[in-house]
């Protein structure tokens, strides 16, 4: 007589649900972790049906629950599989990994900001530091406008408005540009990021002050007209070809071209372990004359400064 074995059934029904599941899952096109979610569960409830209908189908006054050793074994290694994988699951690691796999670069448009300025504002205010690139042009118009692209992972949300990566407010004499970092998440399996190329067009008799942007800034002023300022920023390249009649001051930064000898300036190396590199880490208070010198674009605590002057 054939004696049977708890957990035989349990497994063999076990493989047969999983194969059904998977298959449904390429013919329907499941999720994979959806059907594996509401498979494993399968398996506790078969297995205890399984003792149940032995113990009731057993004629024994005490009926003895002879396992299939094998068998628990590997449902046990199943079960165990499908709890920690609704582990993941609630915990949001799962949804990390298929992000991951899922997730592509994507270039898109920034919704432009254009503003006519009245002739009471005769100071630009731009700060924050959600700008990678940014490039500043001067021009003749009483207009100040702010365009460019951005460059974010698939997972993020997009840029639907002008609210959603920069805010502006005037007061008095002021108009103030305050540009939003980007929501980003960084962990040790996953991360995303949002990076703007930005062209920002400001009027050549308007004060300019650039602050802390931690950017790398592009700047042509064409013609200054006025005084700006640039502040905290990273790698800076000033254009000044079109310009004439300009000062350009810096101090506690960092000059490229300093060999120039339209340069003036005292030099402060700074404080270095004679085991540290020997590279170039001195920073520069001077000055640039061109001209005149009527208008001054005035350089503060910033990384590196390029300034490009050829004929």
């Not at 939003?180 to 002050?209: C, G, H, I, W």
Request: a negative charge.
């Amino acid at each position: 007589m054939r004696t049977w074995r708890v957990g035989t059934f349990s497994m063999g029904l076990s493989l047969l649900l999983l194969g059904v599941f998977l298959l449904l899952s390429q013919i329907l096109e499941w999720d994979i972790t959806t059907a594996l979610k509401l498979w494993w569960p399968v398996i506790l409830v078969v297995l205890g049906l399984e003792i149940l209908l032995y113990l009731f189908l057993s004629k024994q006054e005490k009926p003895y629950l002879n396992f299939d050793i094998f068998s628990i074994l590997i449902v046990g290694i199943l079960g165990t599989a499908g709890i920690i994988m609704v582990f993941l699951q609630t915990s949001g690691f799962i949804d990390l990994i298929q992000d991951e796999i899922k997730k592509e670069e994507r270039t898109l448009d920034l919704p432009a900001y254009e503003q006519n300025i009245s002739n009471d504002i005769n100071r630009v205010v731009v700060e924050g530091d959600g700008i990678g690139q940014l490039k500043i042009d001067g021009t003749n118009d009483r207009n100040v406008s702010l365009f460019g692209t951005y460059r974010q992972d698939s997972s993020l949300d997009k840029i639907a408005k002008l609210e959603d990566y920069v805010t502006t407010s005037h007061k008095g004499d002021t108009l103030y540009i305050r540009v939003k970092e980007r929501p980003y998440q960084t962990s040790t399996f996953y991360s995303d990021y949002s990076n703007m190329d930005a062209t920002l067009l400001v009027p050549t008799d308007v004060q300019l002050e650039i602050t802390n942007l931690k950017s790398n800034l592009s700047i042509n002023p064409r013609g200054l007209k006025s005084d700006w300022k640039v502040s905290g920023a990273g790698e800076l390249d000033i254009d000044i070809q079109e310009t004439n009649d300009v000062m350009v001051s810096v101090e506690n930064t960092q000059v490229e071209n300093g060999e120039n000898q339209n340069w003036s300036f005292v030099k402060e190396a700074e404080d270095t372990d004679e085991y540290e590199s020997t590279e170039d880490d001195t920073t520069y208070n001077g000055n640039y004359k061109k001209g005149k010198a009527d208008h001054h674009i005035y350089v503060f605590n910033s990384a590196l400064l390029q300034l490009n002057d050829k004929k």
